[in-house]
């Protein structure tokens, strides 16, 4: 699954490297929701036999 | 050949990898590969847009950015550097929306043939919708 990367300015990084330095909280609703199914989760996982392999 | 953003790795406990999605407007967004448990072996994605106003990463923007595919195949990117780095581990998301999941199966499914050789996909439904996809690495032993 080769590709190629696109070509980003240098002040969009600037802007990226700068939101990551300054530790911007995080909320995800999703991940919440996952979290509240992880054992629902790894018992899927469990049935499918992926924990074995 | 397919094209994806440029990324910035952060590694730890949660692995984080940011790009810049440029469309109609720039957008920094963040992949984010969370535990969801204490045996590490299964894991979320999360994909997170920065929001200027709030100063605060959130999944719950919709965007409509205008590039849709090329933020799907950085967040491919994403998945298939993380599991190269952990084998051993499930990936698990969902999108925020019915339509969301609906186009992440479409573009799965158009690339059906890139990786099925290589990785389990396992969709789990709830009420006739899908609901969660499951992603793990095909680890092949060599005799």
């Given at each position: 699954m080769k590709r190629k990367h696109l070509k980003v300015i240098n002040s969009q990084i600037d802007s990226l490297d700068a939101i990551i330095s300054s530790n911007v909280p995080f909320y995800s609703e999703k991940t919440e929701a996952m979290l509240s199914r992880a054992d629902e989760i790894e018992e899927n996982i469990v049935k499918w036999g992926w924990d074995k392999e | 050949m397919e094209q994806h953003y440029p990324i910035r790795l952060l590694e730890g406990e949660i692995y984080q990898y940011w790009f810049v999605s440029i469309g109609k407007n720039e957008i920094i967004k963040c992949v984010c590969f969370t535990p969801?448990?204490?045996?590490?072996?299964h894991i979320n994605l999360g994909l997170l847009d920065y929001l200027p106003e709030k100063q605060q990463m959130n999944?719950?923007?919709?965007?409509?950015?205008?590039?849709s595919r090329t933020v799907l195949m950085t967040v491919a990117w994403c998945i298939e550097d993380y599991l190269n780095r952990f084998p051993n581990r499930c990936v698990v998301f969902s999108g925020t929306t019915r339509s969301r999941n609906l186009l992440y199966w479409r573009m799965m499914e158009r690339y059906k043939e890139i990786w099925r050789d290589r990785y389990h996909v396992k969709l789990v439904s709830k009420n006739n919708d899908i609901d969660t996809f499951y992603v793990r690495k095909i680890i092949k032993f060599e005799s």
């Open positions: - | 969801l448990g204490s045996k590490n072996s999944d719950q923007v919709i965007t409509n950015n205008g590039d």
